[in-house]
């Protein structure tokens, strides 16, 4: 196996000039910087990386944890992939390699934050419930830490406006002439109570009653939760609603998925809405309507951040704020626009809704 002084024999330097050369010390010359790592490349030799982590007392690797629920990878969800894309490219230009932290090191289990001490992260990138006890660990910890769509008082974290973006899309259907539009949201959260606040402000903005059973909580990303939830709602003898809101595109693709199964025409029986601004939602017909959460600056955001925390210790906690946008797809629509009298079933129950 060849060792470091292999290759300071080799370029007739010393030992230390060849470890200042793997850990990219600005005072090596140029020259023989290069005549190093090319002697290295021949040599096939392969710094090792734990020696380094001690030797410089970081080890150049970010953490990556996500309490999502339902065993939920972020790598399989679009919104969360996309960020981490962006992340991650911003994370390479600056040498950082990302590592998924989990429960298990080896054959030992231990806390994320016991299991991040263990791997000698740098930092953290946190998604997902923030409330959750092994996620307070690290937010309360010293390790650097920032979250996405954090909005708490104890690390930095990167979100989207997300009031704004919520108040927009509800008056974007009530400007349709939509009245009676349901809200499912998702889980308890500043951000979810930020949304709750938003559509109720937009609809009382607009002397528009909000009926109790016309707020629904489940959880975010469980589509069938959501979906059992709007039954039971066609399934009272409440007032039926012309507009779903989702707490997010994929319960809102599911939803539109279940409606065509259902023979319940989306948007001409019914209105349904999004909110992150995924590629599926893109994809399927009728395309959705949607609050996009720009995922390539947050992604950005999030990096630079972390960065600076990681590398300046006077550097303060901070919340980013970045701004999104309303995509109008095609699963919405005016009454106007619907049938004069459109019936759909549920159940083996006929609904009939007329139309304005």
């Given amino acids: 196996m060849t060792t470091i002084y ?4 080799k370029c007739s330097c010393s030992p230390s000039t060849v470890s200042k050369v793997i850990n ?6 140029e020259k023989t910087k290069q005549k190093v790592l090319k002697t290295m490349r021949e040599m096939d030799f392969i710094p090792n990386q734990t020696a380094s982590t001690l030797s410089k007392g970081k080890s150049n690797n970010v953490g990556i944890l996500a309490f999502l629920g339902l065993s939920i990878s972020p790598l399989r969800h679009g919104l969360f992939s996309e960020i981490l894309e962006s992340f991650q490219r911003k994370m390479n230009e600056k040498n950082y390699d990302l590592l998924f932290v989990s429960n298990n090191v080896g054959n030992n289990k231990g806390t994320l934050y016991e299991n991040c001490m263990a791997r000698g992260v740098d930092g953290v990138l946190l ?18 830490s920032i979250g996405f769509d954090y909005v708490g008082e104890h690390m930095s974290g990167v979100y989207s406006n997300n009031y704004d973006l919520m108040y927009e899309l509800t008056t974007h259907l009530i ?3 939509h009245r009676r539009i349901v809200f499912v949201c998702g889980d308890d959260s ?9 559509f109720k402000n937009a609809m009382s903005d607009n002397d528009i009653p909000i009926y109790s059973d016309y707020l629904i909580r489940t959880h975010y990303l469980n589509s069938e939760e959501l979906i059992s939830e709007v039954k039971k709602l066609f399934s009272s003898n409440s007032e039926k609603p012309t507009a779903i809101m989702c707490p997010d595109d994929l319960t809102a693709v599911k939803l539109i998925q279940y409606c065509h199964k259902m023979g319940i025409k989306c948007p001409e029986d019914i209105s349904i809405t999004g909110f992150d601004g995924i590629e599926m939602g893109r994809l399927i017909t009728p395309t959705l309507t949607t609050a996009r959460q720009d995922s390539k600056a947050i992604g950005e955001k999030l990096a630079e951040k972390l960065i600076d925390l990681m590398t300046n210790k006077k550097t303060s906690r901070e919340l980013i704020r970045i701004p999104g946008s309303i995509v109008v797809g095609e699963s919405t629509c005016s009454l106007k626009e619907t049938n004069k009298e459109s019936s759909y079933s549920l159940e083996n129950k006929t609904y009939v809704r007329e139309g304005s």
Avoid at 6 to 9: E, R, S, W
Avoid at 24 to 29: K, L
Avoid at 127 to 144: C, H, L, V, Y
Wanted: charged share 30%.
């Fill in 6 to 9: 292999d290759i300071a024999k």
């Fill in 24 to 29: 990219n010390y600005p005072s090596i010359p």
């Fill in 127 to 144: 998604f997902g419930d923030m409330n959750a006890k092994e996620m307070q660990e690290i937010i309360n910890s010293d390790i650097p």
């Fill in 175 to 177: 400007k349709l002439g």
């Fill in 190 to 198: 500043e951000i979810t109570s930020s949304r709750i606040e938003a």
